[in-house]
């Protein structure tokens, strides 16, 4: 079936770095954009990154653009979100999404806290 | 940035009746434009997309319409399991951006 699966969330310090990955079974990954989508604790969504499925273009919210660097890897069948000069507000879970956005990871926590 | 503005920030509906919920784009975003659900400690869950086209195995209570600025969501007949907080999504210009929410809860 159709999975991702999210890793890499903890806990860092402000200004720090982490690297988000998402790996995806079940469906052609090469053949689809992917998104990052992030909810802060209590909050709604917020969406932060896409790239297309051959990495050609990226785009990025306003909030995180400059400091997080959405890749792929499609021999590996794996979506990378490169997170650095970490803030508080930055704290969330992060999820994976295929481009479609029928299907979603279970999410990784990120907390920025010192 | 589109801005995405949902209302009620909070709706209370008894079940078996209708419930319907608004989104408003601050331009026109023609018919990209999606509705998800989420219930606590879960993923989203997409149930409309192109704003009035059910994604696959959504029940038929749930039907969205609108274009351009103005959708609607509407479950027809409130199940237990249709209370959960819902965000529209527009996915015509980048960034993509999601309302605040609507949290439907029990009455």
């Given at each position: 079936?159709v ?12 200004g720090?770095?982490l690297r ?5 079974s ?6 689809y ?5 992030r909810?802060?604790p ?9 790239i297309?499925y051959d990495?050609s273009?990226?785009?990025y919210?306003d909030?995180?653009?400059g ?7 499609n021999?590996?069948n794996?979506?990378?979100?490169q997170?650095?000069?970490?803030r508080?507000?930055?704290?969330a879970v992060y ?10 990871g279970?999410?990784t926590l990120?907390?920025?806290s010192? | 940035?589109i801005?995405m503005?949902q ?7 008894s079940?078996?009746e209708?419930?319907?919920l608004s989104c408003?784009?601050s331009?026109?975003?023609s018919?990209n434009l999606a ?5 606590p400690?879960?993923a989203p ?5 192109g ?7 959504i ?6 319409s609108?274009s351009g600025?103005?959708?609607?969501l509407?479950i ?7 209370f959960a ?5 527009q996915?015509?210009n980048?960034p993509r ?7 439907l809860?029990?009455?």
């Amino acid at each position: 079936q159709v999975q991702l699966v999210e890793s890499g969330g903890g806990v860092v310090q402000p200004g720090g770095s982490l690297r988000l990955s998402c790996a995806a079974s079940g469906f052609t990954f090469s053949s689809y954009g992917m998104h990052w989508v992030r909810q802060a604790p209590g909050k709604g969504l917020e969406w932060v990154a896409f790239i297309r499925y051959d990495g050609s273009n990226k785009y990025y919210a306003d909030s995180v653009k400059g400091r997080f660097t959405i890749s792929r890897d499609n021999s590996k069948n794996t979506l990378y979100l490169q997170m650095n000069s970490l803030r508080a507000e930055d704290t969330a879970v992060y999820y994976c999404a295929k481009g479609d956005t029928v299907t979603w990871g279970q999410g990784t926590l990120v907390t920025v806290s010192s | 940035e589109i801005v995405m503005t949902q209302s009620p920030a909070t709706l209370s509906v008894s079940p078996g009746e209708r419930a319907t919920l608004s989104c408003r784009a601050s331009q026109s975003v023609s018919s990209n434009l999606a509705w998800y659900q989420q219930k606590p400690g879960q993923a989203p869950r997409l149930l409309i997309y192109g704003a009035s086209t059910r994604a696959t195995g959504i029940p038929a209570r749930f039907s969205g319409s609108g274009s351009g600025t103005e959708f609607t969501l509407t479950i027809s007949s409130l199940q237990s399991e249709d209370f959960a907080v819902y965000y529209c999504q527009q996915y015509n210009n980048w960034p993509r951006s999601f309302g605040q929410g609507t949290k439907l809860e029990i009455k």
